[in-house]
């Protein structure tokens, strides 16, 4: 290509590949748009509709709490507390002859012994209503427990039933943390009535759910707890009505696990994930998941075909410069009958050239010896490094230290993610639609979301600002510890702590 031609591509090719360039760029502007506004539309969606739920879940069970049917049926001079002290003055012997006479479920016993005689009259005389009142609430099984931590009652009959709280077997299961957080709160209370409790998605007998107790009060006495339980399937139901083309939810446990999603699991495997939100109330974590492609519809396509005449039009551009100029061949005087006249002798008068001059012997470079192997040391180094932070178990250490440390924090002081980044000064804290959001620490509780290089130092010392400052329980205590041990073995690997 002359030169001509190649002031003719600059001249007409420059400005193609600059419209082309702008296009995808405003082409690319207007799919985040489009995908950010469904997401957070559905962020909207999600929050609402949950919200609803324990909306319903608070409002159900106050009005069945506040019943004096539930104060008869759970007092400690009738009901199932005063029937279930006459069974025997050991409470799991007493448990062991009710688990064997009522079956799980709602089936009928078979054979009542006369150790039940008085259990079985309160049973038949509450049973029914209780089956009929959980009919039109979102729960499907309760529990009610004793003043003393024994659960006298449950509707479906599961693992629970007859359970010893006080014990320390079921001192630290599901239904024993929600009655000690129940009772705990009561002296804080201006009214027993205002306590209520509601606990985050939990592994139970069948599958994970949710427990929401609250005091049973008669006659300005508190009697007990009643606990209701609210199955995930209900949750699951509230997500697969919300869920549209290339958007899903996720709810998440404390652990920040998926413990039901819509859609089903295994069809969100490639989808982006955004930040876990946390619901105001209830403080149950949700994530909304989804699939660009699907939300971009048909700007994807148009995004793809201004790449492809992007990329031709660059190569096509570069190719002026790639190809050689041609070296005109050497001119000639012609010579025979056509040759003119006043030319002679009639020979060959080649064109001189310019002459090429003999290129210098190179003299080689002194190679540095010390300064390349030095060099390959640091490579390896930083090799070492970099393999660190890609190593998955390095990252899973991240992730543990960071959740046992919030888990031991809330447990011990009582207080949130929001007052922890407060107090330590290590995460900052943003305001996100009037509430208060942690964005970069909400990224260090999910592999997941874990950045490509996360800030170790900030995640050590959050553990240790935790274990400066709070004391019991020492179980939280000695998991986390045990964790950022881990963690900082892992770092040794490669001398940075």
Known sequence: MSRPD??????????????????LFFMALAIDDKVDIQIANANRTVERELGTLVQNARSQSSAFASTSFIGYSVGRYYGFASAFQQISPDPERAASILRAAYPPGDAAPADIPAALTAYAAVHDRFHAS?????????????????????VVYSLRKDAAFGADLASARQRDSALGGLFREVMGRIPQAQSPEQVMVLTQPLPLDQGHGMLLGRPVVRHGTVEGVVAFRLPIAAVQERLARITQDGIGFALLDPAGNMVTSAPAADRLKGWARQDASMLADGGWRYMVLSDGGVLAGGLSYMKWLLLLAGAGAIALFLRAFRDPVPVPEPATLPIGPSAPLDVAPPLLVPVPTPERAEPAPAIPAPVPVAEEAEHHEQAEEGDHAAALDADEGYRR?????????????QKAK???????AEESGL???YMDRSSLQTRTLDKYLLVETLPRNPRWRDVVRTAEYVLRHCGEPPAEREA??????????????????
């Open 6 to 23: 190649v002031k003719a591509a600059l001249k007409l090719g420059g400005p193609l590949v600059a419209v082309l360039v702008a296009a």
């Open 130 to 150: 209780f089956r009929d009142l959980l009919a039109s609430t979102v729960f499907d099984d309760l529990y009610l427990i004793d003043r003393f931590g024994r």
């Open 397 to 409: 250490c991240i992730v543990d230290v960071m959740t046992l440390a919030l888990d031991y924090w």
């Open 414 to 420: 009582r207080k949130g993610k929001i007052e922890l």
């Open 427 to 429: 995460w900052r804290v």
């Open 480 to 497: 986390l510890a045990a964790a950022l041990g881990r963690m900082k073995q892992h770092l040794r690997q490669v001398e940075r702590v």
